[in-house]
């Protein structure tokens, strides 16, 4: 079964103090690993999407990156509009369709 | 191109009901996914829908269906509620021709049964 696990579950940052989100995954082979944002009383806003280990993808302050095992999502110098609950999820090449699989979110709070 | 659009936003139902949510995918997107997000399970997959198709199902009791039309619209139908049907229902489209491809959401139907 595919399992998704992100850490920390809550994260509590000062205005430009740069941090790392975890993601580790078990598939049955990597179709996709997707990042998502959500605001609360709002639906996932997709913010970058990894295919293959190594692969990096960037977008003003967050950074996107993937091994064989996990992923990792860096916020560089957050603003509190960067606060938000941050989803992980995985797609594996045997399931039929565009089956998400999500891990329980890392809520960040960025104080000014 | 409008975004992924769920009607209605709010639902109030009682035990015992049915209810019927509504999603309309972005444009020429014919991939319709449901899932369901609760403070303790998360997201869930609920189903997927692909060209009027019912591609794959997630582990969810028979009282959870849906459909999808023509026009890639999707319906998703919960009979005989239970208080732990309270939840927000995502709609995701994708345009569903091969894997791999993004989801996007729509903002949810928050139900709430009392």
């Known amino acids: 079964e595919d399992q998704v696990t992100q850490s920390p579950e809550a994260l509590r940052l000062q205005e430009g103090e740069s941090s790392s989100l975890n993601c580790s995954y078990t598939v049955s082979g990597l179709r996709g690993l997707f990042w998502y944002r959500q605001d609360p009383g709002k639906g996932p806003e997709f913010l970058f999407t990894l295919y293959s280990a190594g692969e990096e993808k960037e977008k003003e302050r967050l950074k996107a990156t993937l091994t064989k095992k996990e992923s990792f999502l860096h916020i560089t110098a957050p603003k509190p509009e960067d606060s938000a609950t941050y989803l992980c999820a995985v797609q594996a090449s045997q399931a039929a369709g565009n089956k998400l699989t999500f891990g329980g979110g890392t809520r960040v709070l960025v104080k000014p | 191109k409008a975004g992924v659009t769920q009607t209605p936003r709010y639902l109030i139902k009682t035990r015992g009901q049915q209810v019927t949510l509504s999603c309309s995918p972005i444009s020429g997107h014919r991939s319709v996914s449901w899932y369901q997000q609760t403070p303790g399970q998360g997201l869930q997959f609920l189903f997927e829908?692909?060209?009027?198709?019912?591609?794959n199902k997630g582990n969810f009791p028979g009282r959870f269906s849906g459909r999808q039309f023509s026009n890639s619209r999707s319906e998703m139908n919960v009979s005989t509620l239970e208080l732990g049907d309270s939840a927000l229902y995502l709609c995701?489209?994708?345009?569903?021709?091969?894997?791999?491809?993004?989801?996007?959401f729509g903002p949810g139907t928050r139900l709430l049964v009392l």
């Open positions: 829908y692909f060209s009027e198709t019912q591609r």
């Open positions: 995701a489209s994708s345009s569903g021709v091969s894997g791999g491809e993004t989801q996007y």
